[in-house]
């Protein structure tokens, strides 16, 4: 049986804000397009950060693409700590080691999109 996906179109506020746990400082994804809505190859994600919060230190497999929405902090990866604010975009490879945390006072929320497997 072949499952027949239509064009998905919400407002991402009317997707579920889950909250990022181990690792993680006061942040939420939400999972915006994925598998369940017919997406094979990519998954997109919204995270937020409030003020001085953080996502965890880690690495794995896949790469990352980010785009920032709104606010300003800092990235860390590899050791390294780089600023960036709204606007800014970040290709992060697979097994880099990397953390987003928000350093204003304002909520930080950015895009991310993961591959499901590898082509």
């Not at 009317?14 to 746990?21: S, Y």
């Not at 400082?25 to 937020?48: P, Q, V, Y």
């Not at 800014?88 to 950015?110: A, R, Y």
Request: charged share 35%.
């Amino acid at each position: 049986m072949v499952t027949m996906y239509k064009m998905k179109h919400i407002n991402y506020k009317d997707v579920k804000a889950e909250r990022v746990e181990e690792g993680a400082k006061d942040t939420t994804i939400r999972w915006l397009i994925t598998s369940k809505d017919g997406a094979n190859h990519f998954a997109m994600r919204e995270f937020e950060i409030k003020s001085k919060g953080y996502t965890p230190l880690h690495k794995h497999d896949w790469e990352h693409e980010v785009f920032i929405l709104e606010g300003k902090g800092i990235v860390i990866s590899n050791g390294k700590e780089e600023r960036f604010k709204k606007g800014d975009v970040f290709f992060i490879p697979s097994m880099e080691e990397h953390q987003f945390k928000n350093t204003g006072k304002k909520m930080l929320k950015f895009l991310c999109l993961i591959p499901y497997k590898e082509d």
